[in-house]
């Protein structure tokens, strides 16, 4: 799929536009503070209504107005959809086709954006909160019940620690709670697992082809293995039972997917402890990348790749590489402080905005030889 033209009214520092995008590569130029991250977060936001940035919605609006619209013409194999989102600091209305969508995970699996920002390096550095939140996102685009069963097992595992915390016990009351998120539980560790076993068919090749090193590998550690208990949920239910105990006394739930992790691994080394910053970046580019064959697969269609800033700290041999491995048929938007990164094969392919405090430019000295 492809997004073939934005609209955004009062969002961020734009008051009015419209930018229509080339169906491959789109580069997104200008100096700090002009308004490049706010263009490439729009699309995200259209994509999945939130933005990935920490912020309230309310500074997405416009300083001194009153609400924003973002409105984007989808493209893809099947069918054209107008996606829409409006917001008035008080409810965020989503649209497909001018149809009310309520439910946001009905919205939500329907245009299909990977991003990668510097922030992303988080998700290697951070806490397994960023990873666990990482999963969350990539897997609601996905699948579209997967949202809804992570929410599920939200509410499960809350109504668990406010009975812990209540102080008197029902045995049996406490195990069909148990039960209950177990179910929802291992439902979402096959789903995890699933997701990293098949990121972990690109991705090796993908860091390869980027930094000629071999033996790069993402590792699922989850909380509990549900695998090792065959999915029984009998079984499962009393290995969790063991741990009642040391519950009741510490009032919060021991085992569960609250608590999974991932790392990213060269051979034996764990690169968030040994790998270079310019490594770490790649590594989280490389899951990203891979990300786009499983999309492929599952969704049956291309996914939007969103770059920002990508190429900086990233040396000149391996931003050619990667250069050259995004110049298939996916749509890809980049941003960049200079256009001096980009080699001449990829200027003559792209089409090239210059951005101006709010105001966005096709830059026609630059024009290549896209299609619209
Ligand atoms: N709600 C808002 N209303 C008006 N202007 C805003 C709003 N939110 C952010 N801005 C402005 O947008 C600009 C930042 O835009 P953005 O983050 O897109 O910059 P950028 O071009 O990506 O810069 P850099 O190269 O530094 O990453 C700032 O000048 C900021 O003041
Ligand atoms: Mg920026």
Not at 1 to 7: A, F, G, R
Not at 323 to 337: E, M
């Amino acid at each position: 799929m492809y997004l073939k033209n934005i609209n955004l009214k009062n969002y961020r520092n734009y008051s009015n536009i419209k930018v229509s995008f080339n169906k491959g590569i789109n580069i997104i130029y200008g100096n700090n503070a002009q308004g490049k991250t706010n263009l490439l977060e729009s699309i995200y936001v259209l994509a999945l209504t939130n933005t990935f940035r920490n912020v309230n919605d309310s500074d997405l609006i416009k300083k001194d107005k009153l609400f924003f619209r973002i409105n984007g013409l989808l493209k893809n194999s099947k069918l054209d959809k107008n996606m829409s989102i409006f917001y008035d600091s008080k409810k965020k209305y989503m649209t497909i086709d001018n149809t009310d969508i309520n439910k946001v995970s009905n919205y939500i699996s329907v245009m299909n954006t990977i991003l990668f920002t510097p922030d992303d390096l988080d998700i290697i550095k951070g806490p397994p909160l960023v990873r666990r939140k990482f999963l969350n996102t990539e897997l609601s685009q996905l699948y579209s019940n997967y949202y809804l069963l992570n929410l599920e097992y939200e509410k499960v595992l809350k109504m668990r620690n406010d009975y812990l915390k209540n102080g008197k016990y029902d045995i049996n009351y406490y195990d069909i709670i148990t039960s209950f998120m177990i179910e929802k539980e291992i439902l979402i560790f096959k789903i995890r697992k699933k997701f990293i076993d098949r990121i972990n068919n690109y991705a090796p090749n993908i860091f390869k082809n980027i930094t000629g090193l071999s033996g790069f590998k993402i590792v699922y550690k989850p909380n509990f293995d549900f695998e090792l208990y065959n999915y029984d949920k009998n079984k499962i239910l009393n290995v969790f039972k063991e741990k009642y105990d040391s519950e009741f006394k510490f009032l919060s739930t021991f085992y569960g997917v609250h608590k999974d992790d991932f790392d990213f691994y060269l051979d034996d080394l764990n690169l968030k402890s040994f790998g270079s910053q310019g490594q770490q970046r790649l590594s989280v580019l490389t899951l990203k990348l891979s990300e786009i064959e499983i999309f492929r697969k599952w969704k049956e269609n291309n996914p939007i790749l969103l770059l920002d800033d990508v190429f900086s700290e990233i040396d000149e041999i391996k931003n050619n590489n990667l250069l050259d491995y995004l110049s298939g048929d996916i749509q890809v938007i980049i941003t960049a402080v200079s256009l001096n990164i980009f080699n001449n094969d990829i200027l003559s392919k792209a089409k090239i905005f210059k951005i101006d405090n709010g105001k966005i430019k096709i830059d026609k000295n630059r024009r290549g030889d896209f299609s619209e």
